[in-house]
């Protein structure tokens, strides 16, 4: 069947010129982000030493920038790798100015050092992957894709499965081996991502019906909500976060009274959750939580919240900020690793490289295949910080630039960034001038989910993004249609035929 068209919508929404229009409140918006987070900086800063300022300063201009190329229209596509360099920000700019236990034992000197190393990554990043992405490439002859009806009705079904798969984790419907649970949750739980991105980016575009509308929101308040009922509130973190991208590429505005309530709530939780953790977790408390029981858990577990904030404090406010910063940061293991190495320590050259196509075999092909953090425990076994044993109960995250220096130095720090840059350029060139619900665009929609995850070290994302892909695989071949793009081209716009087969 066709469809006669003038020009075709994910050519429009492409074209550089038309972009940079659509994204000037979003501009406005970086640098009013800009503005507030140097002021803040500015009142909080913890330390009197320029070097250390000034790398900060190095590594959050290093972050900033993909993510102005992006804002003014200048890059195209999803904002996979401008996301990914936003988060060094917190793991790696500001933990620098503030008091962290481990930061402070080292010399500004090395902070300097290790924020240069930083920059360079980021910077080789930066320009590798602006190399795909400042225009856009040939329109695709053919692309597969959901059916618009069908692939909004097919991610709210997913939705659903989802929002019952968190319910039966906590309430022990049914039993799963571990393989068997491990394998269903990382594809139920990448399917949920891609069904919060797609009908959020939908929602933005106001291309879902009113009735759409309603039962998305219902779905992802659920989804939200029992995902958090676990007391981890990681992956509630992610999965509004990912729905706020998806929206704002749609609608080109950022919902801030939303982002606002959401971050109180979560905030709010985050108090509370010590309390929880030691009464459900720790203590002798432990038991199966039903649906019709979250109220009452959330109530018991705001109680915690606002005792929390009712007793004497004897740490002051500065401290509790830095505390926050301590978990996040990961530059303190990149000046572990420069630090001991080479001087005390060889560099590995390669040994947690080595190991990534064991992660790719699947577990039912080799009953011996290797953890995914098999990479992170071999630097922290190498580095002292763990023994074996400890590595069964305990990971302790590195990000890529610490485990580049370990194997390789400044020249494995800059590697990565480039390879990494030209993947996620290319990954993001590849999904232009198609729609959001192909393959391609799915693919990137994975791409942004991963985005947050700086602590991981290589093969943990090889890992992650081969099981999520593989699932997408299969809706690829099993739900979606090949669509071709006949009589069109960038220098004959006056129709085109789009064929689904």
């Not at 972050?63 to 996979?80: D, E, H, I, N, Q």
């Amino acid at each position: 069947m066709g469809i006669n068209l003038k020009l075709p919508p994910q050519a429009s929404n492409n074209h550089p010129i038309a972009v940079r229009y659509q994204r000037r409140p979003l501009l406005k918006a970086f640098w009013v982000g800009v503005i507030v987070l140097f002021l803040v900086e500015l009142y909080t800063v913890d330390t009197y030493s320029i070097l250390s300022i000034a790398g900060a300063i190095l590594i959050g201009i290093a972050s900033l920038y993909p993510f102005y190329l992006w804002c003014s229209g200048k890059a195209l596509g999803m904002p996979v790798y401008p996301l990914f360099a936003l988060t060094f920000l917190w793991t790696h700019a500001l933990p620098l100015v503030t008091k962290h236990p481990v930061i402070i034992t080292y010399s500004p000197e090395n902070h300097l050092f290790a924020s240069i190393t930083v920059t360079i990554f980021l910077g080789l990043g930066t320009f590798t992957w602006f190399q795909f992405v400042k225009s856009p490439p040939p329109y695709p002859k053919a692309y597969r894709a959901l059916r618009e009806k069908k692939g909004e009705s097919f991610f709210l079904f997913i939705l659903v499965i989802g929002v019952f798969f968190n319910m039966y984790s906590l309430g022990g419907w049914f039993i799963l081996s571990g393989g068997a649970f491990t394998l269903i949750r990382g594809a139920v739980l990448g399917l949920s991502i891609l069904s919060v991105f797609v009908l959020s980016y939908r929602l933005g575009t106001r291309e879902l019906s009113r009735n759409q509308a309603i039962y998305f929101l219902v779905a992802l308040f659920l989804l939200i909500i029992s995902s958090g009922a676990g007391l981890i509130l990681r992956e509630n973190i992610v999965i509004f976060s990912v729905s706020t991208i998806a929206f704002v590429l749609g609608r080109n505005q950022i919902p801030i009274i939303t982002i606002l309530i959401v971050f109180v709530c979560l905030s709010l939780l985050h108090s509370g959750k010590d309390g929880m953790r030691a009464k459900y977790w720790f203590g002798n408390q432990s038991r199966l939580l039903q649906p019709w029981e979250y109220p009452a858990w959330y109530s018991e577990w705001v109680g915690y919240s606002f005792d929390n904030f009712r007793q004497d404090k004897t740490q002051p406010k500065t401290e509790e900020k830095t505390s926050s910063l301590e978990r996040s940061s990961v530059i303190h293991m990149l000046l572990i690793a420069q630090g001991k190495t080479p001087s005390d320590l060889p560099y590995l050259y390669g040994k947690t490289y080595s190991i990534l196509p064991q992660l790719i075999l699947p577990r039912f092909l080799n009953s011996n295949k290797i953890r995914s953090h098999e990479g992170t425990h071999i630097l922290s076994i190498y580095y002292g910080l763990q023994t074996e044993e400890g590595t069964l109960t305990t990971t302790i995250g590195w990000g890529l630039i610490a485990e580049a220096y370990a194997n390789f130095g400044l020249l494995g720090c800059g590697g990565v960034g480039i390879i990494l840059g030209a993947a996620l350029g290319q990954a993001t060139r590849w999904s232009l001038n198609t729609p959001v619900l192909s393959a391609r665009s799915l693919f990137n929609i994975l791409l942004v989910s991963f985005a947050s995850q700086t602590e991981w070290t290589a093969g943990v994302y090889v890992a992650a993004l081969f099981q999520s892909s593989v699932t997408l695989v299969g809706i690829n071949f099993v739900f979606m249609k090949v669509y071709r793009l006949k009589g069109f081209s960038s220098t004959n716009q006056e129709n085109y035929l789009i064929s689904a087969e």
